[in-house]
T-cell receptor, first 113, second 118 residues
Framework: DAKTTQPPSMDCAEGRAANLPCNHS???????VYWYRQIHSQGPQYIIH???NNETNEMASLIITEDRKSSTLILPHATLRDTAVYYCIVRGNSGGSNYKLTFGKGTLLTVNP | GAVVSQHPSRVICKSGTSVKIECRSL??????MFWYRQFPKQSLMLMATSNEGSKATYEQGVEKDKFLINHASLTLSTLTVTSAHPEDSSFYIC??????????????FGAGSRLTVL
């Protein structure tokens, strides 16, 4: 699976949009981009994923560049409860044990009042 | 949505004893589950892939005789830390995949089990 690069930390004001970048320049054509977050002392929580097109759900939006070498997770109106470590993960789709996710260090997003 | 339950959420044990952690998929079947370990201020590290009806696959550096994995049914995988020592104290997290055999499906994680070995 391709490697990802994320800033170690970011700050965001409550109520403002949080834009979390991720570089995955070695992504291959059949690899998806997944975003998870981990609130302190909890298991990771799925946020969103995409292949080529931009995606939006009730939690966030995912913007993937046309060359797919980078993406941005957008939390449109960050709240204090969004403070967490956000992981950007690239994964193939060949099934079975290849469904495993390899976690990097992620980005610690701190939402400030 | 898919739910993965882990039990116990916290366990404290004496050095030398064994501890079993259960991971259940509550509303779906999972032929494959994954076990991760997370030390303080570090990221999740994959320990092993648990396969229903067959032997688990361990990541490099993970002792299979120390971390016993049993995936006896499509909804239950167990991790047993044998002869636990203080250095085994960690946050253990399992995950499973719901849905059809498609690359777009996501892994659902349990809430984790915090092991403290005295």
């Amino acid at each position: 699976d391709a490697k990802t690069t994320q800033p170690p930390s970011m700050d965001c004001a409550e109520g403002r949009a949080a834009n979390l970048p991720c570089n995955h320049s070695t992504i291959s054509g059949n690899e998806y981009v997944y975003w998870y977050r981990q609130i302190h002392s909890q298991g990771p929580q799925y946020i969103i994923h995409g292949l080529k097109n931009n995606e939006t759900n009730e939690m966030a939006s995912l913007i993937i560049t046309e060359d797919r070498k980078s993406s941005t997770l957008i939390l449109p109106h960050a709240t204090l409860r969004d403070t967490a470590v956000y992981y950007c993960i690239v994964r193939g789709n060949s099934g079975g044990s290849n469904y495993k996710l390899t976690f990097g260090k992620g980005t610690l997003l701190t939402v400030n009042p | 949505g898919a739910v993965v339950s882990q039990h116990p959420s916290r366990v404290i044990c004496k050095s030398g004893t064994s501890v079993k952690i259960e991971c259940r998929s509550l509303d779906f079947q999972a032929t494959t589950m994954f076990w991760y370990r997370q030390f303080p201020k570090q990221s999740l590290m994959l320990m092993a892939t648990s396969n229903e009806g067959s032997k688990a696959t361990y990541e490099q550096g993970v002792e299979k005789d120390k971390f016993l994995i049993n995936h006896a049914s499509l909804t239950l995988s167990t991790l047993t830390v044998t002869s636990a020592h203080p250095e085994d104290s960690s946050f253990y997290i399992c995950s499973a995949q719901a849905g059809s055999n498609s690359g777009a499906n996501v892994l659902t994680f349990g809430a984790g089990s915090r092991l403290t070995v005295l």
